[in-house]
T-cell receptor, first 109, second 114 residues
Framework: GQNIDQPTEMTATEGAIVQINCTYQTSGFNGLFWYQQHAGEAPTFLSYNVLDGLEEKGRFSSFLSRSKGYSYLLLKELQMKDSASYLCAVRGDDYKLSFGAGTTVTVRA | EAQVTQNPRYLITVTGKKLTVTCSQNMNHEYMSWYRQDPGLGLRQIYYSMNVEVTDKGDVPEGYKVSRKEKRNFPLILESPSPNQTSLYFC?????????????FGNGTRLTVT
């Protein structure tokens, strides 16, 4: 089966940087996704990593180390609208996409 | 507008009364999937479909049925709902089920079974 772990909650100040870690143990690996989900809304796609290294997209960056089964999502210059849950998801050998329980980020003024 | 449409958004029903949650996408996506989301458990896959007439069980398929007779529609059927199926349900689609194809989610259906 798939095991995907991420912290339950994180709190940070507006303008700061927050790093959300995700560790995984899966049957095979065909990529890792990060999604953002605001309360009461649908998840929306943020980033995709399949090779080791850092992918940067504006204020958001995502890093992957396949040998360590580890990824992180870096949110820079935090804004109040970044308060949301961030979901780590891994696609395994069977191409099923499995999600972690999500990390709720609260941004304080 | 490209979207995944689920109906209804909210549904309250009683144990044992059959119900269907509809899902439709207008992006010509091959892959469609149903998830349920529960506090502390995250999104868990119920069923998925790689293409028309091809469906497979996800991680929590018990008590659910699906069908994929047309590319755009992927309804979720609960033949005899029970209270443990009270949850937030999401339908999602992607161009294919391969590698880097990201999911597009519908707005969710909040189901309460009493």
């Amino acid at each position: 089966g798939q095991n995907i772990d991420q912290p339950t909650e994180m709190t940070a100040t507006e303008g700061a940087i927050v790093q959300i870690n995700c560790t995984y143990q899966t049957s095979g690996f065909n990529g890792l996704f990060w999604y953002q989900q605001h309360a009461g809304e649908a998840p929306t796609f943020l980033s995709y990593n399949v090779l080791d290294g850092l992918e940067e997209k504006g204020r958001f960056s995502s890093f992957l180390s396949r040998s360590k089964g580890y990824s992180y999502l870096l949110l820079k210059e935090l804004q109040m609208k970044d308060s949301a849950s961030y979901l780590c998801a891994v696609r395994g050998d069977d191409y099923k996409l499995s999600f972690g329980a999500g990390t709720t980020v609260t941004v304080r003024a | 507008e490209a979207q995944v449409t689920q109906n209804p958004r909210y549904l309250i029903t009683v144990t044992g009364k059959k119900l269907t949650v509809t899902c439709s996408q207008n992006m010509n996506h091959e892959y469609m999937s149903w998830y349920r989301q529960d506090p502390g458990l995250g999104l868990r896959q119920i069923y998925y479909s790689m293409n028309v007439e091809v469906t497979d069980k996800g991680d929590v398929p018990e008590g659910y049925k699906v069908s994929r007779k047309e590319k755009r529609n992927f309804p979720l059927i609960l033949e005899s709902p029970s209270p443990n199926q009270t949850s937030l349900y999401f339908c999602a689609s992607s161009p294919t089920g391969q590698a880097g194809s990201p999911l597009h989610f519908g707005n969710g259906t909040r189901l309460t079974v009493t």
